[in-house]
């Protein structure tokens, strides 16, 4: 366990740490747990957080992960006994998608996918310019969360799946999707979909990220 305030009584901090800093607001969040749904959601998941790492019992003891993200998500959704779930998936992963919707079934979930382009809407409905457009010249199809999130809502899903959207797309289904979602994975096209990828090469062939700015 890391040496920090946030997991330890005595732990380091700096100056504007919430821990230390926003004890009202922390008083207010924990009162929230005391919800039967926000309190059932967040026992579910801790303890489906400690179900990912084996022989908890040894001692002294050693971190050993044990479960990949998609089975700990088909595992959390039979805890909570969810039935109905949501896949939204972008177009440039529908076979990865198609995998995801076969694991989910064997695992007994009714699924509901959406692709990310459903609707087949214009981007000149969001004043798109040719000049912005992936494929300049045609009448290109706009990704569309907000209807991938009213189908799944309309469809009365317990737990969505996303899968691969885009920066910006990927925030707008959350915020009109009405029940939980988790992330699966997100898009990263440079990295094979794997953005941590960046990250821990930022020092070196990644290092243009922190000494140039970033191209638009």
Known sequence: MPNMVCCQKDGSSHKGCPTLTRKELLDRANREYQSPETGRFARQASIQEGSCYANRRQRPYVMQPSKTRIAEICEFADRMEYKRLGLVFCVGLRKEAAIVDNILKQHGFDVVSVCCKAGRTSKDLIGIEDRDKIFQGTDEAMCNPVFQAMVLNEQKTELNVLLG??????????????????????????????????????????????SLPVEK
């Open 165 to 210: 959207l885009c920066v910006g797309h990927d925030s707008l289904f959350f915020k009109h999707a009405e029940a939980y979602t988790t992330v699966l994975a997100v898009k990263d096209r440079v990295t094979g979909h794997n953005p941590l990828a960046a990250i821990y090469l930022y020092a070196s062939y990644y290092k243009k990220l922190v």
